[in-house]
């Protein structure tokens, strides 16, 4: 029976990753055929679609009120709207989709360091420590190949850290929803409902005004789509929470870190990215702020 568990974990640890980093190839498949605005807006506007046809049939649409809907649809927009938004554009702009990953994979470090505020409690030294680790990390890659002379260069590199500002915003949003005693507990499809709404309809005004939604609708486009909307979005997030369930939040967070690696090899067996020695570099860079972030800090306090 211990031996079907952890088999079981084993596949759905496998497929998570697998999906979730996907996401990156997906856009970057998607993209040469609508600006960002544009693939997000149809993106969430068709996963809002299913979303609401599903919550129908099971007899969970529902209205929550305006002052739990508003935290759910922020939480929307910071971890999917401007956190994606950013990923893309720096993608559209010629960013490999491995760096971008390794840039955004500071975010669980990011949140367990500033967590402690969140619910009254200090943050180990540890956690700083690894989260400055991290950022080191993360920009040997980055900054030896920016072109500081040039403007757009430099947003196109650093944008992704705008990426991990808004869903480390976002995931210190939900984790105080979780421990404030008077918010209801709202199904996680319903949740990622408010999300992708409140995203859809967010994206749709740039896409509208700046990219006049613009489309080659092709088969590569409807696929990525596809895979974006099923794979990506209801297939990694639902395998995500059966993981949390099964396992401790901590150690499903910890998957994260496995995003860079397998992003830019699935970035060079899609699109032949040429991996670089400052990347290696970097990544184990980043994989020792993790381990530093993670080690259990000695406690002064002894038991009588």
């Known amino acids: 029976m211990y031996i079907n568990a952890r088999r079981k974990n084993f596949w759905l640890i496998l497929g998570f990753v697998i999906f979730w980093n996907s996401g990156f190839i997906g856009a970057e498949f998607g993209l040469p055929y609508a600006g960002p605005f544009t693939l997000l807006f149809w993106r969430y506007l068709a996963l809002s679609v299913l979303l609401a046809f599903y919550l129908f049939l099971k007899r969970d649409l ?21 956190w994606l938004t950013s990923v893309l554009i720096s993608i559209d702009y010629g960013v ?49 190949r920016v072109d500081f ?18 869903i480390t915003i976002a995931s210190l949003i939900e984790r105080k929803i ?27 005004i740039p896409a509208l005004f700046w990219e006049e939604l613009d489309t080659q609708w092709n088969g590569v486009f409807i696929s990525a789509m596809i895979w974006l909307i099923l794979g990506v979005s209801l297939g990694a997030y639902a395998i995500m929470w059966l993981l949390v369930e099964r396992l401790d939040a901590t150690r499903v967070a910890s998957l994260f870190y496995l995003g860079p690696p397998v992003t830019m090899l699935m970035a060079w067996i899609a699109f032949g990215d040429r ?30």
């Open 275 to 304: 991996v670089a020695m400052v990347d290696i570099v970097g990544l184990l860079v980043v994989f020792a702020g993790v381990i530093i972030a993670y080690l259990k800090p000695h406690s002064s306090i002894q038991n009588n």
């Open 178 to 204: 979780d421990v404030k005693k008077d918010y209801p507990r709202i199904p996680i499809d319903l949740s990622l409902f408010y999300q992708s709404i409140a995203t859809a309809i967010v994206v749709a």
């Open 149 to 166: 002379s040039n403007a757009e260069d430099i947003i196109a590199w650093f944008i992704p850290l705008l990426a991990v500002v808004a």
């Open 96 to 144: 490999p989709a491995g760096i971008v990953a390794l840039v955004v994979a500071l975010q669980p470090l990011a949140t367990g360091a500033l967590s402690g505020s969140v619910v009254g409690e200090p943050t180990p030294l540890t956690r700083w420590i690894g989260l400055i680790v991290g950022f080191v990390g993360v920009a040997i890659p980055v900054v030896t």
């Open 62 to 82: 529902r209205w929550i009120g305006w002052r739990y809907a508003r935290s759910f649809m922020l939480v929307g927009v910071l971890a999917h709207g401007v």
